[in-house]
């Protein structure tokens, strides 16, 4: 089975700071690799998404990732945030064959707070 | 497009009772897969279900099943409740994973907690 470790539960940043957050994850098999975001109250919503090819990925709301296969990590990166960015953020995976295939592993999340 | 949608939004129920989540999974969709997510922590996989089969299972006791009917929608049971069962119980649709890659699309969840 997969896990994922996110490094810090909380990251607190003051807005138009740059942020990143930390995600390792114990597979270097094949893997599809995710980050979700979550508001209160709310259910999961995808930011970006590993599946192949570029190592840098981009998201919605000026997000990024890059995927580092040899130290099994995938970080967010923010160049500078937004109030509205305060919420829970998910790193996930999932194994790109077999018979987990589609299943998801998260983290524990990390709560990015933003202050003025 | 209506997305994921789930019911109810909240539950409050007491230890032992049983109690029955719905999901309807975004149009196109034929898979559908229940998270819980517990207070701090982050979504756990229960099952997987498409053509109306269980077709994986995470870590989680019989006390736990589900339903999946021709339209697609989807039924989460809990026997027997437990206080450990409060959590937020997430429901996701996609297309089936045949080895492509396939968005899972999450509902905002039912919200139940065990007094």
């Known amino acids: 089975a997969q896990s994922v470790t996110q490094l810090d539960s909380q990251v607190p940043v003051f807005e138009e700071a740059p942020v990143e957050l930390r995600c390792n994850y114990s597979s270097s098999v094949s893997v599809y690799l995710f980050w979700y975001v979550q508001y209160p109250n709310q259910g999961l919503q995808l930011l970006l998404k590993y599946l192949s090819g570029s190592t840098l990925v981009k998201g919605i709301n000026g997000f990024e990732a890059e995927f580092n296969k040899s130290q099994t990590s995938f970080h967010l990166r923010k160049p500078s945030v937004h109030i509205s960015d305060t919420a829970e953020y998910f790193c996930?995976?999932?194994?790109?064959?077999?018979?987990?295939?589609?299943?998801?592993?998260f983290g524990r999340g990390t709560q990015l707070t933003v202050w003025p | 497009d209506a997305g994921v949608t789930q019911s109810p939004t909240h539950l409050i129920k007491t230890r032992g009772q049983q109690v029955t989540l719905r999901c309807s999974p975004k149009?196109?969709?034929?898979?559908v897969s229940w998270y819980q997510q517990a207070l701090g922590q982050g979504p756990q996989f229960i099952f997987q279900y498409y053509e109306e089969e269980e077709r994986q299972r995470g870590n989680f006791p019989d006390r736990f099943s589900g339903h999946q009917f021709p339209n697609y929608s989807s039924e989460l049971n809990v026997n027997a409740l437990l206080l450990g069962d409060s959590a937020l119980y997430l429901c996701?649709?996609?297309?089936?994973?045949?080895?492509?890659?396939?968005?899972?699309?999450f509902g905002p969840g039912t919200r139940l907690t065990v007094t």
């Open positions: 996930a995976v999932s194994d790109g064959r077999g018979s987990t295939l589609g299943r998801l592993y």
């Open positions: 149009s196109g969709h034929d898979t």
């Open positions: 996701a649709s996609s297309l089936r994973f045949t080895g492509i890659f396939h968005e899972q699309y």
